[in-house]
């Protein structure tokens, strides 16, 4: 599987601050990875998924936007 490290834009964040793997971000086909988990990427500025290793890390200088 993946195991690289994707890095994001804050705009590739959902409203809750997060992306979900396998993602097309990763270069990956939806058919033949694992099943979609959610990661919260905005607490900590990084995430792992369990299944395939991937990280998806948010870019340096990127800004999560808190709050409504």
């Given at each position: 599987?993946?195991?690289?490290?994707?890095?994001?834009?804050?705009?590739?964040?959902?409203?809750?601050g997060?992306?979900?793997?396998?993602?097309?971000?990763?270069?990956?086909?939806?058919?033949?990875?694992?099943?979609?988990?959610?990661?919260?990427?905005?607490?900590?500025?990084?995430?792992?998924?369990?299944?395939c290793?991937?990280?998806?890390?948010?870019a340096?200088?990127?800004?999560?936007?808190?709050?409504?």
């Open positions: 599987m993946s195991q690289g490290v994707v890095e994001l834009k804050a705009k590739d964040l959902n409203a809750h997060g992306v979900f793997c396998p993602s097309p971000l990763a270069d990956m086909k939806l058919w033949n990875s694992h099943p979609k988990v959610y990661l919260d990427v905005a607490k900590t500025g990084e995430g792992k998924c369990p299944y290793g991937t990280v998806y890390r948010l340096a200088g990127e800004q999560v936007a808190h709050g409504h």
